[in-house]
Every structure is written in structure tokens, then in C-alpha cells.
């Protein structure tokens, strides 16, 4: 009994010390560039402002990659020209968006966007979860051009990882958009 008092007490005293807790996970800290724009200084039957810390990559059939270099990411610009198939243009794009719902948590209702001025009217949605793409848009004339960009990452999608590089990119995205012109 008088062994069994001991281990007791021993395991009593041993056991009386500061708790141990398991580090908490790192978090990447990433340092944005200020926000500044300039013209799309490409030929193409659209223009419109990109951000002065992307690279452009011209592509074929005016297509266009705005590449982020430092966020190892993406903005993939498609051009079709409206040949009488422009139910069929905004239909395709609203099922790419939607592709991503196997993945997404989330898809959120749209953003529209109208400048009658200059004949620019779209929508913007944004994809939340582990998805390849987290924000599309596409614009059009409703006559003669149609536009869709949809962000990228070169990496396996983490949301909780990017999203501040995803809420970043989204206000160049809508940049483009506002900031969209056709020839």
C-alpha cells in the first residue's frame, strides 16, 4: 500500500507543470504592391486598365494572359466575337462558372456591371472554396464582342491560403471590367 501511496504522489508531483500545447500553424505574410494601372498596351479588339505589377502574354485569337508573377498567379482573358450566338456565349460561361461547384463551398450570386456609355455589360462571381478558379467575369457589347477572364493560381488550390491574393487580383478583375473598351 505504501508503494502504491508513493507512485501515487510521484505521478501527482511529475504531472504538475505547465501544460503543453502544440505550436500554432504559420501563416504566409505576403506584401502586396501598391495598386496602380495602366492601359493594355496590346492590339486586340478590346482594351482595358491592367495592374503596373503584371506581365501581359500575348496569346492566339486575342486571348491574353495577365500574369502575377510574385502571386504565382493568373488572369486568363478569352475573346469570341458575337457571330448571332450570343445566348450561347453567356450560357457557356455561366457553365464554367458553375463547373467549379463540385469543389466550391460556395458560388457567389454574381456582381453585374452596366456602362451603357460604352456599351460594357457583364458579371463577376466569385468561387469560394478549394477551386481552380475563385473569381470569373465576362463582359460584352451584346452586339459584337464577348470577354471572359477567370483567375488561376499555378499551385494546388488552399482557399484559406490565397484568399487575401484572390481578394487582391479581384480588384484588378474589376478594374478590367470597369475600365473595359472595345474598337
Avoid at 135 to 150: I, P, R
Wanted: include cysteine; aromatic fraction near 12%.
Amino acid at each position: 500500500m505504501r508503494k502504491f501511496l508513493l507512485l501515487i504522489s510521484a505521478m501527482l508531483l511529475i504531472s504538475c507543470g505547465e501544460e503543453t500545447l502544440p505550436k500554432p500553424k504559420g501563416y504566409l505574410s505576403l506584401e502586396y504592391p501598391e495598386l496602380g494601372y495602366n492601359k493594355l498596351n496590346v492590339s486586340r479588339p478590346y482594351r482595358f486598365d491592367v495592374a503596373k505589377n503584371t506581365t501581359i502574354k500575348s496569346l492566339p485569337k486575342n486571348w491574353l494572359k495577365v500574369q502575377y508573377p510574385k502571386l504565382k498567379a493568373s488572369v486568363d482573358i478569352t475573346y469570341r466575337p458575337i457571330n448571332n450566338n450570343l445566348r450561347e456565349l453567356l450560357v457557356e460561361s455561366e457553365k464554367l462558372v458553375f463547373e467549379h461547384a463540385i469543389k466550391a463551398d460556395q458560388i457567389s450570386a454574381p456582381i453585374e456591371y452596366q456602362n451603357p456609355e460604352k456599351k460594357v455589360y457583364g458579371s463577376l462571381y466569385q468561387i469560394i472554396g478549394n477551386a481552380a478558379s475563385q473569381v470569373q467575369f465576362h463582359a460584352t457589347d451584346s452586339s459584337k464582342h464577348f470577354l471572359k477572364g477567370s483567375l488561376f493560381f499555378y499551385t494546388k488550390p488552399n482557399y484559406d491560403s490565397i484568399l487575401p491574393a484572390v481578394e487582391y487580383i479581384k480588384k484588378d478583375m474589376i478594374q478590367m471590367m470597369e475600365t473595359l473598351e472595345w474598337e
